[in-house]
């Protein structure tokens, strides 16, 4: 599954015109991760703008306003949004300690644009709280050990969904071409669709 979520990561970021490398290759299970090893993807945007500033929850506008970053995926899919007891554990945070973030910073050394932005730490999960105190709560704790970012898989699916052309063949990607026909056999709907619905009795 961790292969399958990766992907999609990085279809998303590549869909929204950033360079991604995978951190590595392997999975590992059977010890604890190296430092090198806490980080899934780096991005970088060959293009971005200052005059972006993103938002702690990533959409695919505050994309833009980004240069450089380091994703943590958690595919954890089994839950619809991360509680503060869960981010407590520590695990979501591994790949923003002293030493990741060094191993991180060595991978862009040759990147690095001096007179840009600074490298961000964006972590990927299924959701964050909607409802306060738990929404506000989860933020602070997130941003005390270092995320710059959240980015959730909803927010990804929904942007891919929107992406995708019902006319169009992706042949190059398993996962767009998927997509596709979850829309050409109207499995999906827009979310733009949704906004509206009709009144009862209509």
């Not at 005059?51 to 954890?76: C, E, H, M, N, Y």
């Not at 840009?116 to 306060?132: D, N, R």
Request: net charge neutral.
């Amino acid at each position: 599954m961790a292969s399958f979520d990766d992907n999609l990561v990085r279809e998303y970021f590549e869909l929204n015109g950033c360079f991604v490398r995978q951190a590595r290759k392997y999975a590992v299970q059977s010890r604890r991760k190296r430092a090198d090893e806490e980080s899934d993807l780096l991005v970088i945007n060959p293009s971005p703008q200052r005059s972006v500033t993103p938002s702690f929850q990533l959409f695919a506008a505050d994309l833009a306003g980004l240069s450089r970053a380091v994703v943590a995926i958690k595919g954890w899919h089994t839950t619809k949004a991360v509680t503060p007891t869960m981010i407590r554990k520590g695990d979501l945070l591994e790949f923003v300690r002293k030493e990741a973030v060094e191993s991180a910073r060595e991978a862009f050394a040759d990147l690095a644009d001096a007179d840009g932005p600074g490298m961000a730490k964006i972590l990927v999960l299924p959701g964050i709280p909607t409802q306060e105190p738990q929404r506000s709560e989860s933020i602070a704790l997130l941003r005390e050990h270092g995320v710059d970012h959240v980015l959730t898989f909803r927010t990804i699916l929904e942007s891919m969904v929107q992406r995708v052309e019902s006319n169009q063949s992706y042949a190059k990607s398993d996962n767009l071409q998927l997509l596709r026909l979850l829309r050409v056999y109207d499995m999906v709907k827009s979310p733009q669709l949704e906004l509206f619905p009709n009144p009862p009795g209509r």
